[in-house]
């Protein structure tokens, strides 16, 4: 059985391929930490440890090899990831309403508030309030307005929130 896989359809591929402008120059980061900095400290690495002699046995050898393969398996998804990723750095034009890039503000039942943007998923961090547009909350959230209540299956059953305010930083 051989390891060839057919491309992905565009459209089948999994998540969404928006991201902030914040969130490409991230990604670009790492990918350019990866291919210029940490890939040939490896590299060297692997060499003095194959200097050494036997390599069937030389731990250091085997965990550097180790290593690169999964250095470049982080650097081919990150190019494929970024080649096809849209850079949405404009509000939309109904700026009343939840679409990617808002920061919402939602009150649940009992009066307690909590703030979210919706980003896409390679940017998603929950310490940060950024929730992923393909997530349950994001889904239900994308269209509503200011006032509306949106209802997100969770665990314990449905929750039930009113968007309190929508808002979206502006380009500097």
Partial sequence: ???YRPPQHPSRQKGSKFITPVGAQRLKDELDHLWRVLR???????QEAAAQGDRSENAEYIYGKR????IDRRVRFLRQRLD????????PSDSSRVF????????DDNGAESEYRIVGPDEFDATKGFISMDSPLGRALFR????????????????TYVITDVRYETAS
């Fill in 67 to 70: 290593q690169l393969r999964e």
């Fill in 1 to 3: 059985m051989s390891r």
């Fill in 144 to 159: 509503k307005g200011l006032d509306d209540e949106v209802k997100v299956e969770v665990p314990g059953g449905t929750k």
């Fill in 40 to 46: 040939p400290q490896v590299t060297q690495a692997v």
């Fill in 84 to 91: 096809g990723m849209v850079i949405v750095n404009q509000p």
């Fill in 100 to 107: 990617f890039g808002a920061w919402v503000t939602l009150e």
